[in-house]
């Protein structure tokens, strides 16, 4: 009876023992033409990358701006600059941390509290007359006192107004409850407009 002849036993990939990497060894690199590896210079990458931000500006058309490196020299010393200034702003953050950290530490040895900033108050404390916002000085809904009249005001939409559709407010078309204002039917005498609003703030 003849040996086997199969050509996964005649052409076995598998060498001795010797030879074989072990578990803990990395397996060297075989070089071909799809593995290949090209070096660039730092001036070569940055280069590409100056004509690639010329073509996306290009694109934009804001290649003229004059705030724009025009030479890949400009660009790098643009970068340069900046990671000064950002190793500029890190240094004074440092050394405020460290003040603060100092002044604490010789409050504690003292045994002195921490002296804190004054919080300064809008306008010094002054209360303004006018009821009006203190930005603008207008009538909106975020100034402390409101002067609106009961029947002109436009309250929020209550809970049950806002759950008037039931299961259907999560559909397709569904929308906020229509402005409206607390205004009570002049059939309704004065003495019982009170008694018109609904527990949960709606009118009848």
Not at 29 to 37: D, F, G, I, L, T
Not at 49 to 69: G, T, V, Y
Not at 117 to 124: A, D, E, Y
């Amino acid at each position: 009876m003849q040996p086997s002849t199969k050509p996964a036993a005649k052409y076995s990939k598998k060498g001795p023992a010797s030879d074989r990497p072990s578990q803990n060894q990395a397996p060297a690199e075989v070089a071909s033409w799809s593995q290949s590896k090209r070096w660039l210079s730092s001036e070569t990458k940055e280069r590409r990358a100056f004509q690639k931000m010329m073509l996306n500006l290009q694109f934009m058309k804001a290649d003229q701006s004059p705030f724009i490196p025009k030479t890949p020299a400009e660009l790098t010393k643009f970068k340069i600059s900046l990671a000064e200034a950002r190793q500029q702003k890190l240094a004074h953050e440092v050394s405020i941390l460290e003040a603060k950290t100092r002044q604490k530490e010789l409050a504690k040895a003292s045994g002195l509290a921490p002296v804190s900033k004054p919080q300064v108050t809008l306008f010094n404390g002054r209360d303004m007359g006018d009821r009006l916002s203190p930005v603008f000085a207008a009538q909106n809904c975020f100034n402390k006192q409101d002067i609106a009249k009961v029947n002109g005001r436009v309250e929020w939409p209550s809970l049950a107004e806002l759950k008037e559709e039931g299961d259907r407010r999560t559909r397709y078309g569904r929308y906020l409850p229509l402005p409206r204002i607390n205004a009570v039917a002049f059939k309704i005498p004065g003495g019982e407009q009170e008694h018109a609003y609904e527990a949960d703030g709606t009118i009848l």
